[in-house]
């Protein structure tokens, strides 16, 4: 899958990131969105809360919940996805979920659940990532508290070559997918899984990859946020005030 | 090109857009709301606007939910009642309860549907909110009432400064141009009672306010809008 020039199938190096577009706050009746484009996989993220958690024996009267739901559309992918929550979409919603819990102020909003869904609208590898990508970009969006924006990629192994992001063709014909989740200013991880094998070695190498591509989503990320809230001019005078 | 006026560029507070994890300040001054700090640094934990004042950085949020605080007038629409309370919804991720103590009358035990009811809409204060976060509210205050009639808008309540104005200010405007009474609720509820279309109007006012908040000279162009529709006063 890597020709004689040491590049992949769709042209890229080994450690190119795919195209990547990011929006923030596309969706009017959440409380907050962000939509992904990323190679050939298109998610939507919504975020609504915090609000009162139901049902009511899942509050926690000392913090927050942050409760995800990863959905893939029937049109998604090639063949017709039966839809509905089945076993992979359970276990993505669970570990985003965990992800975001990490990095947002729970502590802030007692009794509360934000949730969050994420719709994948169209799938080509690699969408937990983009998922969660999307997804910390949409809490910002929503005005919640929290540590940091959280970047996600995938490293892979193809070809006994340790590459950044696969897609369809690598991912189902490769030797190993390893998704990850950091916060690039504290280097904490928030989520790395790995299907396949690698030796130490290259998980170390692949690891140091996908921390590196971090970064450059990281920024993409912010920088979603500052243009949808690009600030003309500026006001503070104008601040302050009770009611009537 | 005055002197007073290159000052005033000056003194300005610097505005920048910052989201979660920037890095505000790296120690000189204290953490306000919106941020956090580890290791002395100081960090915006919010998307919003940076200011620095009296030595405090906070992050003025640009969106986000209605946190109840004590003492915030807001505007809550009764959703159920008890045999000695009424439930309020104040537009935040928290129901409150009115207890027949807080009202201005003297309401018999069962007997509260015969003051308020499903459906009713009060000005109404946040009487205590406790550590985890369980509200009360009190209509015990002068002024706190049953608002009859009008419309009722909502706004994100990060807005409810713009709207209010630097000393209430805009809201001033609005009133005296289109005669109507106006309460804007801490919450982001606004009541509005007045002449039909002259409520269409402060509403299409209130909501340019909402949609160019983060914009200068926001009060001249409101005036402008109003000026447009009323002719100069």
């Not at chain 1, 998980?203 to 140091?208: N, P, T, W």
């Not at chain 1, 946020?225 to 104008?238: F, H, P, S, T």
Request: glycine content about 8%; hydrophobic content about 40%.
């Amino acid at each position: 899958m890597i020709d004689e020039n040491g590049l992949r199938l769709d042209g890229r190096k080994s450690n190119e990131l795919r195209p990547i577009k990011i929006e923030a706050g596309v969706l009017k009746r959440a409380d907050g969105s962000a939509y992904v484009e990323w190679g050939k996989n298109k998610v939507m993220a919504a975020v609504y809360g915090p609000r009162e958690c139901h049902p009511r024996h899942l509050q926690d009267p000392a913090k927050g919940l942050v409760r995800c739901k990863y959905n893939m559309i029937a049109f998604s992918v090639s063949d017709r996805k039966r839809p509905g929550p089945d076993r992979r979409s359970v276990e993505i919603s669970k570990i985003i979920s965990e992800a975001l819990e990490y990095v947002v102020f729970t502590e802030q909003f007692p009794r509360t659940s934000i949730d969050v869904y994420v719709e994948v609208l169209q799938a080509n590898a690699g969408t937990r990532c983009a998922g969660l990508t999307a997804a910390s970009v949409a809490l910002a969006d929503a005005g919640i508290p929290m540590r940091d924006i959280v970047p996600s990629v995938a490293v892979g192994k193809i070809d006994d070559t340790v590459v950044l992001d696969l897609n369809k063709e690598e991912d189902n014909f490769g030797q190993a997918d390893v998704p990850m989740a950091i916060i690039p200013r504290t280097g904490e991880v928030l989520l790395l899984q790995m299907d396949g094998h690698m030796t130490y070695g290259e998980l170390q190498q692949a690891f140091d990859m996908g921390f590196e591509a971090a970064q450059t989503i990281y920024d993409l990320q912010k920088d979603a946020l500052k243009r949808r809230y690009a600030v003309e001019g500026a006001v503070d005078e104008e601040e302050n005030g009770e009611e009537e | 090109m005055t002197n007073d006026n290159i000052n005033r560029e000056v003194q300005r507070p610097v505005r920048e857009l910052v989201v979660p994890g920037d890095l505000l300040d790296t120690g000189k001054l204290k953490a306000g709301n919106g941020t956090y700090v580890v290791d002395g640094n100081i960090y915006a934990s919010q998307l919003g606007i940076k200011s620095v004042r009296s030595n405090y950085v906070n992050v003025i949020p640009l969106g986000g939910r209605y946190i109840p605080h004590q003492g915030d007038t807001v505007i809550g629409k009764v959703i159920d009642l008890g045999p000695s309370n009424w439930l309020v919804d104040i537009n935040s991720p928290y129901p409150a309860p009115l207890h027949v103590n807080e009202v201005p009358w003297r309401v018999e035990f069962g007997d509260t549907a015969r003051y308020l009811y499903v459906g009713d809409v009060l000005l109404s204060k946040i009487l205590i909110v406790d550590e985890t976060k369980r509200v009360q509210v009190t209509m015990k205050e002068p002024g706190l009432r049953k608002l009859q009639g009008g419309q009722i808008i909502d706004i994100s309540h990060s807005k409810v400064p713009r709207v209010i104005g630097k000393g209430g200010s805009m809201i001033q405007m609005i009133k005296s141009y289109t005669n109507c009474r106006i309460f804007v609720g801490q919450n982001g509820r606004i009541w509005l009672d007045g002449e039909i279309d002259n409520i269409v109007y402060a509403i299409r006012a209130i909501r340019m306010i909402e949609e160019e908040a983060q914009t200068m000279r926001l009060t001249e162009r409101v005036k402008e809008y109003l000026e447009s529709v009323f002719g100069s006063e």
